[in-house]
Every structure is written in C-alpha cells, then in structure tokens.
C-alpha cells in the first residue's frame, strides 16, 4: 500500500508492514505465484514467461519452494542495440504439511509453472461423526 492512500494518522500503522522483509516476500508471492489447495493437495502456480523448461530450476528445502528461472537469448553473431534477459526468483513458504516421501508434480506450459504437492495426513481434514447425547 503506497503511502498518502491512507489518511495521515494511518499511514504511521502502516509504515511496519510495508518495510518487513517477512511481509515482503508475501507481497512478492502473492504478485506472480498463487497458492490454492483442495483436501489432498496442495498447488502452487507461478509465472515464468518465455523461460524454457530446461531454464527453471525448483527446489523444496525445510517447507520453502524455490523457483529460479532464467531466460538466456542465443547469441546469434549480431551486434545487440538492447537485449531482454527474464530472470525470476520465487521464495514460497508452504503453509500446510506436505508427504515429504512423495515426490512433488511440477509441469510447465505457456508460462506457467504449476507445482503440486501431497498434503501429509496430519494436514488433512478430518471429518468427526456427530453423536445424539
């Protein structure tokens, strides 16, 4: 939220969440990467345009998902005026338990990155039987 959006007395309340740098990678999350879920599993879905699949690199260490992504141009002898280089780096907290036995899916087309994840058991609904008495 930019400063002067707010009326003066509230942009002081707000002066802590926009410089904490654990707010900071939320804000960054929520821009390019989704994160959504169902009862079994859990998806991330991150933008990587024109990124070839041999040039993202993802990771899952200690419940953080990383994406790094790199889009090189091949150098084609010519003399470049401006040249376009993507670069995307993704920090992504997971914020549920996952199966660390079972392998994350990750696929990609048109950009997007989707990854999916096995919740483990102790993060899945329970559903309690209701007893007259």
Known sequence: MKRGMLPFFLDEVFDD?????ILADIK???SDVSISEDEDRLYIRAHVPGVKMDQIHVTFEKGVLWI???AQE???GEKYLCKVN???SYRVP???RVDEQTVPQATCKDGLLKVTFLKSKASRPVKIAIKEG
């Not at 969440?17 to 740098?21: A, G």
């Open 74 to 76: 091949e150098e084609k």
């Open 17 to 21: 969440y926009r410089t904490s740098p």
């Open 28 to 30: 960054a999350v929520q």
């Open 86 to 88: 993507s670069s995307f």
């Open 68 to 70: 790094k992504a790199e």
């Open 94 to 96: 997971i914020p549920v």
